[in-house]
């Protein structure tokens, strides 16, 4: 069966489309089956991934329930593209979540697609909104555990107790297998004194709320933004040797344990 992670921050501009596609890279260069699963409607895993949302199946119908799991073929939802499979997402998914709250069966809906597809991949890879709503906690309903980035910005630590509290109602109410597989620190540079402060007190405020912290910070690095400005751009492919795949390597190796 699949691990599934979900990538989740309240906040954005931390990294966290960047550390899925990452971790799925990296995960992929291992020879690992790896599913990426774009929830978040500004669709940057989507288009990374060079998926369609036009005329395609995509989780638009899935949480529309214009796919039923029961009689339909799940498979369906899967884009197979050069980068990868992905369940695309849809900018459309953006102005209708209020409207899947009011049933709470709504929020097992990704886990029941999960569960009928896990068993074709190793790792399934969840990309998720910068909100605290309706697409997050399904995916923390659907996930084994979750790796929380946060970038070195002048209060990227008020945020934790946030999140930290929502993985705690999801747990108690939901999902009593998640865990906090780690805080993971992103656009690092050893050079920057906020940053240097940040990542002294990260450990301090770990153990504080009972999460545990990445060893090692995912330093700032020119090659994933060349990445990101490249059509079809892999870390892996393109820049084994930054630093960026470096530090990502590292955390795939806890992850696999």
């Not at 960047?18 to 409607?41: F, M, N, Q």
């Not at 998926?51 to 339909?72: G, P, V, W």
């Not at 934790?160 to 865990?179: G, H, M, Q, R, V």
């Not at 990101?228 to 992850?255: E, H, R, W």
Request: glycine residues 6%.
């Amino acid at each position: 069966m699949a691990k599934i992670i979900t990538i989740a921050n309240q906040k954005g501009g931390v990294g966290k489309s960047t550390t899925v596609l990452s971790i799925a890279d990296a995960l992929s260069r291992c020879e690992y089956r790896v599913l990426v699963v774009d929830t978040d409607p500004q669709c940057n895993s989507t288009r990374s991934y060079l998926a369609e949302t036009e005329n395609q199946t995509t989780l638009y119908d899935l949480f529309n329930k214009s796919i039923n799991l029961e009689s339909d073929d799940p498979t369906e939802l899967i884009q197979k593209t050069e980068m990868g499979d992905i369940v695309a997402c849809d900018p459309s998914l953006s102005g209708i979540e209020s409207s899947f709250t009011g049933n709470p069966s709504n929020f097992f809906i990704l886990r029941n697609f999960l569960h009928k597809i896990e068993g074709n991949y190793d790792f399934i890879v969840i990309d998720t909104p910068p909100t605290l709503g309706f697409y997050m906690l399904s995916s923390l309903i659907a996930s084994n555990g979750i790796i929380i980035p946060i970038s070195p910005a002048k209060y990227a630590l008020d945020g934790l107790a946030l999140i930290y509290k929502t993985i705690s109602d999801t747990k108690l109410n939901f999902n009593p297998n998640l865990e906090i597989y780690g805080v993971l620190l992103t656009m690092y540079d050893k050079r920057n004194a906020l940053d240097k402060k940040i990542w002294t007190q990260l450990p301090e405020l770990g153990e504080e709320l009972g999460f545990k912290v990445f060893p090692n910070p995912i330093r700032k690095c020119q090659a994933i933004a060349d990445v990101q400005a490249k059509t079809g751009g892999k870390l892996y492919t393109d820049y084994p040797n930054s630093n960026a795949a470096v530090d990502y390597a590292t955390i795939i190796k806890t992850l696999i344990q």
